[in-house]
């Protein structure tokens, strides 16, 4: 979406959760859908808005276990 014509949407965004530590991006493990890490953004777990990747990302952050930023693809 654009931001200055959020009703002009000619193609969805998606964005992902990146580990500043490492590169890797997160994904929600099958098994027990816990946190786990892959190295394609293609695999990762994709937030359809930004608002929520960023909610993601800030409440990871202050669990403190690794530092988290949002990436658009």
Do not use: K, W
């Not at 979406?1 to 000619?10: G, H, K, Y």
């Not at 990146?18 to 953004?41: A, H, N």
């Not at 930004?50 to 990436?71: K, S, T």
């Amino acid at each position: 979406m654009d931001p200055d014509s959020p009703l002009a949407c000619t193609r969805a965004r998606r964005y992902v959760l990146q580990r500043l530590s490492d590169g890797s991006y997160v994904s929600i493990r099958p098994d027990d859908e816990g946190l786990g890490d892959v190295s394609d953004p293609a695999e990762a777990y994709l937030f359809h808005t930004h608002e929520a990747a960023l909610r993601a990302a800030r409440e990871l952050n202050r669990l403190g276990a690794d530092g988290f930023d949002v990436v658009r693809l």
